[in-house]
């Protein structure tokens, strides 16, 4: 299989391809060329595990990676859960399901896609014999995920900038408690926004990019989105036989990766009813699923964090398909979005999707309601998936375990929120390093920090 470019403006490249560049050279993201068919696969894949459903899933995608290959990079990026279904299901009533996705090292529904990430580049570099350079920026949960999907790998060092004082102390020590000796957390003086700008321009210099051997882990690589469509098609398969054509799934959303796995899913065939766009304060996709209108506001910091976001970067692949595959329609779109901080589309195609907003103080009503009425603890995330009507059974994706913002669990419901792996980290030291959020800085450091 190739994987094509949502701009359309480059030569379609194989899956290694795809994921060794993260975005695509005229700036879109890559796409499989066509999507295939699941459904004549459904009968035979019910019965498989977690990591042989990922690999059969993978196998259709990375045709250029040997097939045991395949199987030894799938089977290691599962074994750090620690829920042996990996992605269980839990029943809160008869028409009401929710997908635990934060069983994984870091406890959010990241590290599907980030411990995979991790273990195809080290597949890569035993292959080139390439040594690489991740670089990254992170307000939160992202940065640790990638650490921990990346920490000890062979051949690859790992810097993540983030703002100092900035993101939770839980969230910190997940960052620089790990002891690894190829995971530099950077803390930079300034805001995430700093942070990332100065990242960018590290990018930009590409004999620099090429000295150190230089690649990113941001939410928009193919590898990502794939990984994510596992758990989709698992939970189905987990559903009572009865429940599972009437489901709808309901997404915690912020760049909008994770819906769109479901969504693609969907579209491959697995007769999924439908999802919703589970939106915090930061609305902007809300808006867009009421309106058709894609709007840019400001951010206002909210209770999950992790959904705070200004421009959702994977949106971009769902206009792709809207807008009938079209990369020019997509370059204007995305232009044009760029240049006004707006785009309306006129007859705006989102078939099969709801969406709703929380604000805080929901959130917060939320996971006392729940709690009350379940005896079941919800994280602020996931909270927003519990809003709004419903007809139908419905499947709210868990996307961070509670114990990860303990005060908000607290002021909720009067009750700490306890994972041992979190308790753990707060005896170990914390290893970062101050730096300035200036591109010249970030070179320098990570100049002398390369495996070489
Ligand atoms: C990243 C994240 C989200 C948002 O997921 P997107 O793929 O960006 O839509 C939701 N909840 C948690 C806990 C996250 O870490």
């Known amino acids: 299989m ?32 066509s999507l295939p068919d699941l459904s004549g696969y459904l009968k035979e894949w019910e019965s498989l595990s977690y990591a042989e459903l990922c690999e059969a899933f993978f196998a259709i995608f990375a045709t250029d990676i040997d097939r045991n290959e395949l199987k030894a990079v799938v089977s290691r990026s599962y074994t750090k859960f620690d829920h042996e279904e990996i992605a269980p299901i839990v029943k809160l009533s ?7 996705l934060f069983h994984g090292p870091t406890l959010a529904f990241k590290d599907f896609a980030l411990q995979l990430l991790g273990n195809l580049y080290a597949s890569q570099i035993a292959r080139t014999g390439n040594p690489i350079s991740v670089l990254g920026a992170t307000s939160g ?16 060092t790992t810097f993540i900038l983030y703002p100092d004082g900035r993101i939770s102390p839980l969230q910190e020590r997940q960052m620089t408690c790990t002891g690894a000796d190829n995971v530099f957390p950077l803390a930079i003086k300034g805001s995430f926004d700093d942070a990332q700008t100065a990242m960018k321009t590290v990018f930009e210099d590409q004999a620099f ?25 698992s939970a189905f398969f987990r559903l009572p036989a009865d429940k599972r054509e009437q489901v709808t ?76 595959c079209d990369g020019e329609k997509v370059r204007e779109i995305m232009h044009r979005f760029k240049s006004n901080g707006e785009y ?6 989102a078939t099969g999707f ?17 709690y009350q009425q379940y005896g079941y603890v919800v994280d602020p995330h996931t909270a927003c998936g519990f809003a709004g009507d419903f007809t139908g059974p419905q499947m709210v994706l868990a996307t961070a375990h509670p114990a990860k913002f303990p005060e908000t669990i607290q002021d909720a419901i009067g009750e700490d929120s306890i ?23 970030i070179k320098a450091f990570m100049r002398a920090h390369v495996a070489h």
Request: net charge negative; with cysteine; proline share 5%.
């Open 2 to 33: 190739q994987f094509i470019s949502t701009r359309g403006q480059v030569p379609p490249v194989s899956f290694s391809k795809a994921v060794a560049q993260g975005l695509a050279p005229d700036a879109g993201l890559y796409l499989p060329e």
């Open 94 to 100: 008869d028409d009401l399901f929710v997908l635990e």
């Open 141 to 156: 949960d992202t940065g640790a995920a990638a650490i921990h999907g990346l920490l000890g790998k062979q051949g690859v």
């Open 209 to 233: 990019a090429a000295e150190v051997g230089l690649s990113a882990v941001n939410s928009i690589n193919l590898a990502r989105i794939l990984a994510q469509c596992v758990y989709y098609i």
């Open 249 to 324: 799934f309901v997404v915690p959303t912020g760049n909008f990766g994770n819906v769109l796995a479901g969504w693609l899913v969907q579209q491959m065939g697995v007769p999924i009813q439908g999802f919703r766009v589970a939106t915090n304060q930061n609305d902007i996709l809300h808006r867009l699923f009421q309106t058709g209108v894609y709007k840019l506001d400001a951010v206002a910091p909210s209770l999950a964090p992790s959904m705070d976001i200004q421009v959702a970067s994977n949106f971009e692949r769902f206009i792709y398909y809207a807008e009938g």
């Open 344 to 349: 309306v589309f006129n007859d705006f195609k």
């Open 354 to 370: 709801s969406s709703s907003r929380t604000n805080d103080s929901e959130i917060a009503e939320i996971i006392k309601r729940v």
């Open 419 to 441: 994972h041992p792996s979190l308790e753990a980290l707060k005896s170990r030291d914390i290893v970062k390093h101050a730096v300035e959020p200036t591109p010249e800085a």
